[in-house]
């Protein structure tokens, strides 16, 4: 029977992936057949699988630690917020509606038959599965029929690992009291701790160390200072502002209330001949921008109504008239055309909206999602491209004539007859080391970014810290027991 171990949070963005992903990537250079798992995700960063579904980007980027594929069942449930109360529920790669928080609430423990059943097929091909937990067990309040915490590590009778965040501060407190607030059954399952995000010193939290043992029981597996190379990773929960300042080509990136897929931008932000601007609510479009990008969306009508409300189309059309260069990405491509049609809701907003009228195309959304991995090639350089689509449009219109992209020999996206403003549903574009050279040449600028390779290399790097500050042996020892 293959070993698992779970690691859970005392709260989110305790850095519980990254913990993940480097612990596979540690497993992995020991000659372990690991996989990731994490039975409950919600995130609008979404990846493709080979298998054709949906699962959280973190899962994805784990399952590259792992030096696998990334496959449906490493994240068998994925909800995705299309507005504050309602998400659109993903199980085993699969759209199966929307639901309000408080539904979904009542049926969660409903999906605990695929999430196990993912699990068991997991567990059959790999020596080691690392789970990771989402949020916080200590938020009792959602025990009740809970899938993603303690629910699931009684369920599938996996031991646990709890990680703390001494950068938050409290950090004795945010363990000490998980364990206070846990029913004893479900603290029975912790069967250590880690400290994570620390800076300076670490011998300085000795006396911390023995004062979390004493009062919990239970034993540190070690302090993890911070990974100052963890932007060099794509990011699931948060696209940071600002991501890079100083280069000669100026983009520029409106942070959409729902915005998806923004790791799209991650290869442009760590090429140093970019500067790249994630721009917040509330403040303009910067006017010595080269080019606009907008980004996906969970609601395209909705983040359409967002971006007028900060004045954005208002900047993009002053940003046209100087000559500068548009392009939209799933939602942003969409949301340059005339008009958007929603008429079954599927969204759960407004049925229709007038577009930004930057191309001439329409939308019109449609039930049948479209998810999956896509080679296409670039007309203007002939660089291949390989990404993915997830959307539910489709597009068509006069502009769709010029696409500029090929994919399956059919052109693909459109452009202005200037060829200043173009879209397309490819994400993951600027992944690929020839197109980005090739796109950041036409605007006399230079790619020197290894992408994949980079992304490797940090990944070694991560492992390497974990073996350095974590006790692995202990950490894989604890795996084995039930």
């Known amino acids: 029977m293959a070993n698992a171990v779970m690691i859970q949070g005392t709260g989110s963005d305790v850095g519980k992936s990254l913990l993940v992903a480097g612990l596979c990537r540690a497993a992995a250079n020991r000659g372990i057949r690991v996989a990731p798992f994490k039975p409950q995700n919600m995130s609008n960063n979404a990846a493709v699988t080979a298998d054709g579904g949906e699962i959280g980007r973190a899962q994805a980027l784990q399952a590259l630690a792992c030096r696998l594929p990334a496959h449906t069942d490493m994240n068998p449930v994925l909800l995705k917020p299309e507005s504050e ?25 409903s999906l605990i038959g695929p999430v196990l059943e993912s699990f068991e097929r997991l567990k059959a091909q790999y020596d080691l599965v690392v789970v990771e937990g989402a949020g916080s067990p200590a938020e009792i309040n959602l025990r009740a029929g809970d899938i993603a915490n303690m629910g699931f590590a009684e369920a599938a009778h996996v031991p646990v690992i709890l990680t703390g965040d001494i950068n938050k501060g409290g950090v004795i407190a945010q363990i000490v009291g998980t364990q206070a607030v846990l029913p004893a059954e479900d603290a029975a399952h912790i069967r250590g701790f880690i400290v994570n ?17 004493r009062f919990t029981g239970w034993p540190s597996l070690g302090v993890v200072p911070w990974f100052f190379n963890a932007c060099r990773l794509p990011a ?107 008429p079954e809701e599927l969204e759960g907003c407004a049925t229709s909206a007038p577009g930004l009228g930057h191309l001439q195309v329409q939308t019109t959304m449609k039930p049948e999602k479209r998810v999956q991995l896509t080679q296409a090639t670039d007309l203007a350089s002939g660089a291949p491209v390989q990404g993915y689509e997830i959307h539910l449009g489709e597009t068509t219109g006069p502009d769709c004539a010029r696409g500029w992209l090929r994919v399956a020999g059919t052109a693909h996206g459109a452009s202005s007859p200037n060829g200043r403003i173009r879209g397309c549903y490819l994400h993951g574009l600027f992944s690929n080391d020839s197109y980005r050279a090739a796109f950041l040449k036409s605007y006399d600028a230079t790619a020197c970014l290894s992408y994949d390779a980079d992304v490797d290399a940090t990944l070694d790097a991560l492992a390497a810290h974990l073996e350095t500050h974590l006790d692995i042996d202990q950490l894989l020892a604890l795996s084995a027991t039930r």
């Open 85 to 109: 109360t309602g998400a659109q529920v993903i199980v085993q790669g699969k759209r199966v509606g929307t639901q309000m928080a408080r539904d979904f609430g009542k049926r969660k423990q």
């Open 197 to 213: 995000k620390f800076r300076g010193d670490v011998s300085l939290f000795d006396d911390g160390l023995r004062a979390i043992e």
């Open 236 to 342: 699931e929960d948060a696209p940071e502002l600002g991501r890079s300042l100083g280069g000669k080509l100026k983009i520029a990136v409106p942070l959409l209330s729902r915005i998806a897929n923004f790791d799209d931008f991650d290869p442009l932000a760590s090429e140093p001949d970019v500067s790249l601007e994630m721009v917040p609510p509330g403040q303009p479009l910067p006017a010595d921008a080269t080019l606009v990008i907008l980004p996906g969306s969970k609601s395209t009508i909705a983040d359409l109504a967002f971006l007028r409300a900060q004045g954005w189309d208002i900047d993009l059309a002053a940003h046209i008239r100087r000559g500068g260069h548009v392009l939209g990405i799933c939602g942003g491509f969409q949301m340059l055309g005339t008009a958007i049609s929603d």
